[in-house]
């Protein structure tokens, strides 16, 4: 297995491929056709390399790939509207032109209200609720409230939240069919970093579950938490209220730690074969067992296509497997 540095994710009907400084969003339309946009995202740590150090590099990237994520969600998400905006034509009437930068700048106000929404609803169901449940248990059983055991239940918690949260929208139709994509994503990447030439019978038969994927790095960031926060010492110097506050604002300050140290595991699995590396992915790679679903072969030429976009998969081929590929 060679690393190719691609990375992905699924959107509504299709899939968004990314390769260093470009990605691809491709999208199957209802008449079956396939569209393909491909822009430049210049990181923010080209112009502050301090910002690309590792440990650090962790939240920026979580940062912008959650940006890029955003907009990809949102461009998909147009052609399936109402019938006028399908056509991404302008207006007719003289005021078509104002209208087409309204529309640019709602959708950037949406972008940014979503962000901010998602974050909020985030830390309200995995970092709030799970610890108010773990002291609420803690003081029904008589054990210190903040202290190590409170911190493995309020985990413990967490990561049970997380796998019911992913069950339960699993169940929706629509979740169903981008976990799909979401699939054609990883065994699309997964064909080419096996020396695999890039067709549809090939990556059919790749896997599904892939060591950088996201929901692994969900997975590692809720059990590194665990270990970290079990060394927070308990803040009982004021009242209930205010110690529980305290608590909860110095979880927060310490997730972009917990989110460089889970990156710099994400980044060694995906190109290391250590048996201790590869035994501590199986969480994440189980979990994959929910969030990525067989595609069909329509999905996985939209996944191929995106790739294709944005990567020279045939010269990786022929650099990285010369003898497979002569």
């Known amino acids: ?9 699924a959107v509504i009907e299709g899939i968004m491929m990314k390769n260093k400084d470009k990605y691809a969003v491709t999208v199957r339309l209802t008449d079956g056709s396939i569209i393909t946009d491909v822009k430049e995202c210049k990181s923010i740590t080209e112009k502050y390399k301090w910002l690309g150090l590792p ?7 979580f940062i ?3 940006i890029i994520g955003m907009k990809t969600l949102t461009y998909s998400a ?3 509207e109402e019938e006028d905006d399908k056509s991404g034509k302008k207006s007719a009437d003289n005021n078509g032109e104002n209208k087409e930068v309204q529309k640019g700048f709602m959708t950037g106000w949406v972008l940014f209200s979503t962000i901010a929404l998602a974050l909020v609803m985030a830390i ?5 609720l799970p610890q108010l449940i773990s002291e609420g248990l803690c003081t029904l059983l008589g054990f210190e409230v903040g202290g190590k055991f409170g911190a493995l239940i309020e985990g413990v ?6 796998v019911i949260y992913i069950l339960l929208i699993s169940m929706m139709e629509d979740i169903k069919r981008t976990f799909m994509y979401h699939g054609a994503e990883h065994k ?3 064909c080419l970093e096996h020396g695999l030439e890039l067709n549809v019978e090939n990556v059919r038969k790749s896997s599904k579950e892939h060591r950088r994927c996201g929901t692994s790095f969900m997975i590692i960031v809720l059990i590194i938490a665990i270990v970290i926060f079990m060394f927070i010492p ?4 004021y009242s209930k209220v205010v110690n529980f506050l305290i608590r909860l604002a110095i979880r927060l300050l310490l997730l972009p730690v917990i989110a460089g140290i889970s990156y710099e595991f994400l980044k060694l699995a995906g190109r290391s074969d250590n048996k201790l590396v590869n035994l501590l992915s199986k969480p994440g790679l189980w979990m994959q067992g929910l969030t990525t679903k067989e595609p069909d072969d329509k999905m996985i030429e939209v996944a191929i296509a995106s790739v294709e976009a944005v990567f020279d998969w045939k010269a990786f081929l022929a650099e990285n497997f010369p003898e497979d590929n002569k």
Do not use: W, Y
């Open 55 to 61: 440990f650090i590099r962790g939240s920026v990237n």
């Open 78 to 80: 147009d052609f399936f």
């Open 234 to 237: 308990p803040i009982t110097a």
């Open 1 to 9: 297995m060679k690393n190719s540095g691609i990375g992905g994710q």
């Open 124 to 128: 309200g169901l995995f970092m709030f």
């Open 64 to 66: 912008e790939s959650m």
């Open 188 to 190: 699309t990447i997964n």
């Open 157 to 162: 918690m967490r990561l049970t939240i997380f």
